[in-house]
């Protein structure tokens, strides 16, 4: 037999822009004062029955005959969108909201939440919340969020209007098309915008009746469940709570005291038994899809959040049920390139989230996996080449190590971001290390006046007209017949490796005489074989304005006897 379950809708979005609070009104439970710094630190579930949504949207639903049963809330921490929420082949939410503070916009916090919603497929909604921040507003939550918007001055009003809009812009750059929740004509096409207050209670009814009113159209398929059908759920967190306790989802079928579940594992699953099931602190016997709960049960000190879990119906399905959990975490811990980078995470979900935008930015992934960096992940990320010498990590312990560079945050993009900058950080020195060993353009002249010895070498004062002069280097002149190397650098009565521009020097020249190839006044230039001059070329970026003019003329010298130099 069907049933329709409550349906399931993920909060998410940046920091402290409202989620707990949006709970917390419809709930009428509290949530921030029991969390540090009230910002919430872990996932937290809420069961909100019907008549909760019934009771604040009024008579909004009158033509709305709602079948589901009620909502399952999840707040999840900013910093981890989408930490524990996932099952094969997607996220166990069916919808969420994603909460924006009008005043700031859509952080990068809140843009990562939405091109993972995108990547998992799960329709959304806006509540663009703390309208009651706004200068001049004046809230009423007796009149509906459209009157009491229509009831506000004229700055009031034109400034709503711009953060809306500019919050469509960026939507339509993420790939959305957005609007006002009143002026939308198809949800399948458009994401909702509800202005709120969830401190004053503003735009909830209105929040509440656009939720329902597109589980009922568009959701009721994804909702019916066979009743009594073993249940299947996610961890959320394991905690300790007189004993060890996980705090789960059952998203699908029936949950039952004494019943056998199987975890699943990393290296191999859990197998216990349920001693006992709550719901909202209460004891209870038995659980139906979908609900937030605790689970009490032996053995269970090993589990890791975020891995899935399903009823054991009888014996001989287990090996069946053993081997389609360790595939579903295999779709998530891979190691699959030959070279890449090494990511670690706290949690099944959180790893898949990670996973998931650095392969949007084409970043090679050797190993993904869940747990604290361990000595093998060290000894696997020195092994690799510079580039890839480096272990990302969400929500672990950040470790030191001199030959591994080790990101990690509570935040996914700011790992993004970090490792990105160390990237470019690391090219810049590679291949300035590179250019090192390269010879580069140069220009001196030979000063009046000043020679010390004639051949053998002849040692003449030298000015650097542009570049760097570098012992060793070869020499030619405006006619591209190569005269000299430089054999020694002298500044000060010092020996020195190089002269910069605008120094006068003591230059020894090998193989020439002074008076008959080289003379006073004479202006010298780096000589190049093709090979150097095309390597060079490739480093660019790295050349000074100077160093590149200096390339172009050594190329129209070089070309006057060959037309296809340097191509």
């Known amino acids: 037999m069907a049933n329709i379950r409550s349906l399931i809708c993920l909060l998410t979005g940046h920091v402290d822009h409202g989620k707990s609070k949006i709970i917390e009104s419809i709930s009428n439970k509290k949530i921030i004062d029991k969390e540090a710094g009230s910002i919430t630190q872990s996932i937290y579930a809420v069961n909100v029955p019907m008549k909760n949504i019934e009771k604040i949207t009024g008579n909004l639903l009158e033509k709305i005959k709602l079948k589901i049963p009620g909502f399952l809330l999840i707040d999840s921490p900013g910093h981890a969108a989408f930490s524990n ?29 939405i091109e993972i919603l995108k990547n998992h497929k799960t329709p959304f909604i806006i509540a663009l919340n703390k309208i009651d921040l706004i200068s001049g507003w004046r809230s009423d939550d007796q009149v509906g969020i459209l009157e009491s918007i229509e009831g506000q001055g004229e700055n009031t009003k034109t400034y709503l209007d711009t953060k809306l809009y500019e919050i469509v812009g960026k939507l339509y750059e993420l790939g ?3 609007e006002r929740f009143d002026r939308i004509s198809d949800y399948t096409k458009q994401v909702g915008i509800i ?23 568009y959701l009721e398929e994804n909702l019916a469940i066979e009743t009594n ?18 705090d789960a989802i059952v998203y699908d079928g029936t949950l039952n005291v004494n019943d056998e579940i199987v975890i699943g594992g990393l290296d191999d699953v859990i197998v216990t038994k349920i001693r006992g099931l709550r719901v909202d602190k209460k004891n209870v016997k038995k659980v139906e899809a979908a609900a937030s709960i605790n689970i009490l049960a032996p053995n269970i000190k090993e589990v890791i959040s975020g891995m899935p879990f399903r009823v054991l119906d009888s014996e001989k399905n287990l090996e069946k049920i053993k081997k389609e959990l360790k595939e579903e975490i295999q779709e998530v811990i891979i190691e699959t ?18 996973i998931t935008i650095l392969k949007e930015k084409d970043v090679k992934i050797k190993k993904a996996t869940i747990g604290e960096i361990n000595k093998k992940d060290i000894a696997t990320a020195e092994a690799e080449e510079d580039l890839n010498q480096v272990i990302l990590g969400f929500n672990i312990k950040k470790v030191k190590n001199d030959n591994v560079k080790v990101i990690t945050s509570e935040v996914i993009y700011k790992i993004v971001e970090d490792y990105e900058k160390w990237v470019e950080g690391k090219k810049k020195g590679i291949e300035e290390d590179k250019l090192q060993n390269l010879v580069k353009p140069c220009k001196i002249r030979i000063i009046p006046g000043y020679v010390f010895r004639q051949k053998n070498p002849a040692v003449l004062g030298t000015e650097v007209l542009e570049g760097m002069l570098e012992k060793g280097m070869p020499m030619m002149d405006s006619d ?16 020195v490796e190089t002269a910069k521009k605008d120094e006068q020097v003591a230059v ?23 090979n150097e001059f095309k390597k060079l070329r490739d480093f660019k970026e790295y050349l000074t304005t100077e160093e590149t003019e200096l390339m172009k003329e050594i190329l129209a010298i070089k070309r006057k006897e060959d037309d296809m130099w340097g191509v």
Do not use: C, W
């Not at 207050?197 to 589980?215: D, H, I, N, R």
């Not at 390139?337 to 990670?354: H, P, R, T």
């Open 508 to 530: 020894a020249f090998s193989g020439v005489t002074f008076g008959r190839q080289i003379n006073e006044n004479d202006v010298l230039i780096t000589d190049f074989t093709e």
């Open 195 to 217: 202005p709120i207050s969830a401190k004053q209670k503003e735009g909830m009814p209105e929040l509440l009746m656009v939720l329902s009113g597109l589980a009922q159209k």
């Open 229 to 246: 059908k073993p249940g299947r759920g996610v961890v959320l967190e394991v905690k300790e709570d007189k004993g060890v306790v996980l």
């Open 337 to 354: 390139e030959q070279n890449g980078i090494i990511i670690k995470a706290n949690s099944l979900g959180s790893l898949e989230a990670l």
């Open 85 to 113: 929420l996932r099952k094969r082949g997607g996220s166990i939410a069916d919808i969420a909201i994603v909460v924006i503070d009008i005043n700031e916009g859509i952080m990068p916090q809140t843009q990562e939440a």
């Open 480 to 495: 591209g017949k190569k005269l000299t190397e430089i054999k020694s650098i002298q500044n000060d009565g010092k020996n």
């Open 176 to 178: 959305f098309n957005g």
